[in-house]
């Protein structure tokens, strides 16, 4: 049925994906007046309105839909993660509310600018560094720099923070990471061979592709980490936390994993021929096409 009402003001009741919401009609259409929202309400379109209480059903998710009905009565940009601001964002396109897209890019762009002046170095910085003979970034702050391509072989990155650092294909052959936070960030395709990540937060960190041959990942956090097709062989994993972790086609040749957890873990076609896997609770772990040729499982749970 079209929607017709005698008022601006009157109310008009909403089902947003199983989300009961009540707004007036002068909220849907005046802020935002080329909105799909205000066209419709305008009364040229048939919209389905459920027949016991009066709610017109919206086949969408109304998670974030308080947060475009308050831009819509007030103007103002929720204070969200980025994550929840990706969604509202999907929603706000969806909706063709195009001030809320521009007010959503707009913070997001500007925690990122507050992000970028939080960093202690920049990229220039960290070149002007490590051309000398011994460099440590011990316990400093280098959020979200791009550091792809660079020759950081035997840097001293302990106790930094590195969240969401763009590490693909640079060489960090034997650099150290000790408790280190990155989460989130990215290894893609980089040498990190014998690298020291003892204790370090990895959660989320993308290393598929990378040289981990030997390194240190002892009581590393590496839930939901990505290894896929990297090369793990020999790598100290002990006690590690690799729940939900993807490490689908990676090579863990003489790895040891003794106590890791690998809850739900991704193993599938990996090579494991080897490892030491003793007293790992393997029962949730994907493990499908994965070679196990001599592997030390005394005491594994499957």
């Known amino acids: 049925m079209a929607y017709h009402s005698d008022s601006s003001s009157s109310m008009v009741r909403l089902n947003i994906g199983g989300r009961k919401f009540c707004t007036t009609l002068d909220t849907l259409t005046q802020r935002e007046p080329d909105s799909m929202l205000a066209a419709m309400f305008s009364g040229r379109h048939t919209i389905c309105q459920e027949s016991e209480k009066g709610h017109i059903f919206v086949d969408r998710d109304g998670k974030h839909f308080r947060h475009i009905l308050n831009w819509l009565r007030d103007g103002v940009i929720p204070p969200l993660k980025d994550s929840e601001y990706a969604q509202l964002l999907r929603e706000a396109e969806y909706y063709q509310l195009l001030g809320l897209v521009d007010g959503i890019k707009s913070a997001l762009s500007k925690r990122k600018e507050d992000e970028e002046l ?7 910085d960290i070149i002007k560094c490590i051309q000398s003979d011994r460099v440590r970034f011990r316990g ?21 923070c590195l969240k969401t650092v763009f590490f693909s294909r640079a060489n960090l052959q034997c650099a150290k990471f000790r408790d280190v936070d990155a989460e989130a960030s990215i290894f893609h395709n980089a040498t990190l061979r014998e690298c020291e990540f003892t204790g370090a937060n990895l959660r989320g960190a993308v290393l598929a592709g990378a040289n981990l041959q030997s390194a240190n990942l002892q009581d590393a956090c590496l839930i939901g980490c990505s290894f896929c097709g990297a090369d793990l062989r ?5 006690t590690a936390d690799l729940t939900n972790a993807n490490l689908e086609g990676a ?9 890791a957890k690998l809850t739900n873990a991704n193993l599938k076609g990996a090579n494991l021929q080897r490892a030491y896997l003793r007293h790992v609770n393997l029962r949730d772990t994907h493990l499908e096409g994965a070679k196990l040729d001599g592997a030390n499982l005394l005491g594994a749970i499957r």
């Not at 090579?251 to 106590?259: I, S, T």
């Open 251 to 259: 090579n863990l040749e003489g790895a040891n994993l003794k106590g």
């Open 234 to 238: 020999s790598a100290h994993l002990q």
């Open 140 to 160: 400093i702050n280098l959020s979200g720099l791009d550091l792809s391509k660079l020759d950081l072989s035997f840097v001293d990155f302990s106790y930094a």
């Open 118 to 124: 939080g960093t202690e170095l920049t990229r220039i």
